[in-house]
Every structure is written in structure tokens, then in C-alpha cells.
């Protein structure tokens, strides 16, 4: 089955950094690109990065460049979201994402993670 779990989200205070980790599992562990998302409330979802996962080409959103660095261990099928210098706007429920259908910026993907909550106090 299909599967994809993130891990790693919690309250930190403003400054502060997280790693996130999404575990691919099934076919969701042979894609070619996986992604983050994220969602605050009453917000509409929004691109964070994604990677290539064989010549490991990083995208990222505007809000989070030079602070969010993307990365992989194919070895483990586990794709990494590290975020440095958190910002209370940071806050949001993340989603990992995998095998987009089209553009790796939109949210037409195959296979999506549960979310994991991110919470930046200021």
C-alpha cells in the first residue's frame, strides 16, 4: 500500500528550527519527486519545496527560500524538510506529497502524508 508519514512537527518559538521527515512506503517510494505543503487555517494550501530524487534538483516557495532546505536518503526513502529561523507565519499543518501529476508547484500529486502540525510561537 501506498503510503506516506510524516514526523516531526511541534510548538517551537520564533527563531527556532524543525526538521520534518516523510517515510515513503509502496509505490510512493519509487516516485521521482516528492514535495511539501503546507495548510494554516482558513488559508489555502501552499507549495514549501520539492526534490528530484535522483539528481536531487530543489524547488522552493518564495515564503521559505534561504530558510527551508529540502533534502533525501534514498537509502532510507525518506524525504526531510529542515526549517531554520521559524517565523509565527511558519504555522501551519504540513503535508508531504508525492509523484505530481504536472507542475511540481501545484497540488495535483498522487500520494499525500497525513500532515503534521507546526506550530511557531512568537
Known amino acids: 500500500q501506498e503510503q506516506l508519514v510524516e514526523s516531526g512537527g511541534g510548538l517551537v518559538q520564533a527563531g527556532g528550527s524543525l526538521r520534518l521527515s516523510c517515510a515513503a512506503s509502496?509505490?510512493?517510494?519509487?516516485?521521482?519527486?516528492m514535495g511539501w505543503f503546507r495548510q494554516a487555517p482558513g488559508k489555502e494550501r501552499e507549495f514549501v519545496a520539492a526534490i528530484t530524487r535522483s539528481g536531487g534538483t530543489t524547488y522552493y516557495g518564495d515564503s521559505v527560500k534561504d530558510r527551508f532546505t529540502i533534502s533525501d536518503d534514498n537509502a532510507k526513502n525518506t524525504v526531510y524538510l529542515q526549517m531554520n529561523s521559524l517565523k509565527p507565519e511558519d504555522t501551519a499543518v504540513y503535508y508531504c506529497?508525492?509523484?505530481?501529476?504536472?507542475?511540481?508547484?501545484?497540488?495535483?500529486?498522487?500520494?499525500w502524508g497525513q500532515g503534521t502540525q507546526v506550530t511557531v510561537s512568537s
Open positions: 506529497a508525492a509523484d505530481p501529476r504536472h507542475s511540481v508547484y501545484t497540488e495535483e500529486y498522487n500520494y
Open positions: 509502496g509505490r510512493a517510494a519509487s516516485t521521482y519527486v
